[in-house]
């Protein structure tokens, strides 16, 4: 018996009038996901909370069974050790993105136009790894470019453990209670990092991200790389913005033991890889997303099939449609929806024998394509296979979900629970 547990980033969205009040998921034709719905059963799902529009990180733990209210410790940790870099307690770790200033501090755009390659953010690591040597604070460092204009510093002290009680440098994003909150309608000014709390630390760890964001615009402002995207009309990569601050990983229960299942997972992300490995998946080595979601999907049902017989279950997380909602570009989510449904659903169906599999499809959020933003809108959760009966459910979208038999789901956390009552039949199906 095996569980296929598929998150699509971002799935979840509201009614869009250009689409005849329906939502991208409902207006893309998506025929093998609805068939799963037609032989299963739906409902609705808060991913962390009523009245929480969650970041990826705090909603991934969430629907892996993890209450974030327990669990969470701030996203900077999640990426770095996602991203392989080694972290321990009063290490400091921040995600950071390259963005474009002007001479004013001023930022002409978050993601440095957004076309920053792998390659290019690799060479301005380096010299930003060979150029830095921070010195408000005995501290070594190392900062990592991850996918595109992501990246992630780590700060690790050679004297006290630093705090984690700092503001973000990114204006978008600001600390709420330790999670990271989208911040609408703020001023793009690239901010000084703050102590949040009157402490020794805590205004140690902020002069040295200061000392660093300072530091690193000098060296990026300079840069051969720079200097040839301006001459193509590029954004130059010449700043680094902070988020996120954390200093210590949390501490995640096997979810091997918990459930006595084997679990591996083929995900993308630093966060979700950070968090999956944390729980003790075993990653499936795949290679980072292309532009193509059909190839990169079909690449993931091959590598899923190739390790089928050695695990329990699969957790895939699936990153296209975020991107698009957040641009507000509807038609591109709801395209990309139907790509994911023909090029993985659509060859992982005919490939494995569902009446011996439980797959659940569902989102770590709502990404409405109106608000450009994550909200807290619950998002459609369907359960199929392994004999369970169809609930009347006759599509998969959120309008058809909110009548299906799961009902609503108050807590992403209970899911996962929930999926292995399934699977191990103590659930009537
Ligand atoms: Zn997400
Ligand atoms: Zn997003």
């Known amino acids: 018996m095996k569980l296929l547990y598929i998150v699509i980033d971002g799935m979840g969205d509201l009614p869009i009038e250009e689409l005849n009040g329906k939502t991208p998921l409902e207006a893309a034709d998506t025929p093998n996901m609805d068939y799963l719905a037609r032989i299963g059963i739906s409902g609705m799902m808060y991913t962390v909370g009523k009245g929480i529009a969650p970041e990826s990180d705090v909603a991934v733990l969430s629907i892996l069974g993890y209450e974030p209210s327990i669990y969470y410790t701030g996203r900077g940790p999640l990426e770095v050790f996602g991203s392989g870099l080694s972290m321990r307690n009063g290490d400091l770790a921040l995600r950071c993105n390259f963005a474009t200033i002007n001479n004013e501090k001023r930022i002409i755009d978050r993601r440095a136009g957004r076309d920053l390659s792998t390659e290019e953010a690799k060479e301005l690591s380096e010299a930003i790894n060979k150029g830095i040597r921070l010195e408000s604070y ?187 909602a957040h641009d507000g570009n509807f038609v591109l989510k709801a395209l990309l929806l139907e790509q994911i449904d023909k090029s993985f659903f659509g060859k992982i169906i005919p490939s494995i024998n569902l009446s011996d599999c439980l797959i659940c499809i569902t989102a770590d959020h709502s990404t409405p394509c109106k608000l450009k933003a994550h909200s807290d809108d619950p998002v459609p959760v369907l359960i199929s296979g392994n004999g369970i009966k169809n609930d009347g459910t006759t599509k998969f979208s959120e309008n058809e979900a909110k009548k299906g038999s799961l009902g609503i789901i108050e807590k992403g956390s209970k899911l996962m629970p929930l999926l292995v009552e399934y699977l191990k039949g103590s659930r009537s199906l």
């Open 138 to 324: 005995p501290v070594d460092f190392e900062f990592k470019n991850t996918i595109g204009h992501r990246a992630i510093l780590v700060i690790r002290s050679r004297a006290k453990p630093l705090s984690n009680k700092i503001s973000n440098t990114d204006p978008a994003y600001s600390m709420e209670g330790g999670v990271g909150v989208a911040k609408a309608n703020v001023e793009m000014i690239l901010q000084s990092c703050k102590p949040l709390e009157d402490d020794e630390m805590a205004i140690i760890s902020a002069k040295l991200v200061n000392e660093f964001t300072e530091k690193a615009h000098q060296i990026l402002e300079m840069h051969p790389i720079n200097k040839k995207r301006e001459l193509l009309g590029k954004l130059k990569a010449n700043a680094i913005l902070m988020r996120d601050a954390g200093n210590r990983l949390p501490s995640l229960f096997n979810i091997n033991e918990r459930y006595g299942l084997k679990f591996a997972c083929l995900v993308d992300m630093p966060v979700e890889r950070g968090i999956a490995r944390l729980a003790g998946m075993q990653p499936i080595d795949i290679p980072p997303p292309s532009k193509n979601i059909e190839f990169d999907c079909e690449l993931r049902v091959k590598k899923l099939l190739e390790v089928w017989n050695e695990y329990d279950c699969f957790y895939i997380h699936i990153k296209g449609p975020d991107e698009p």
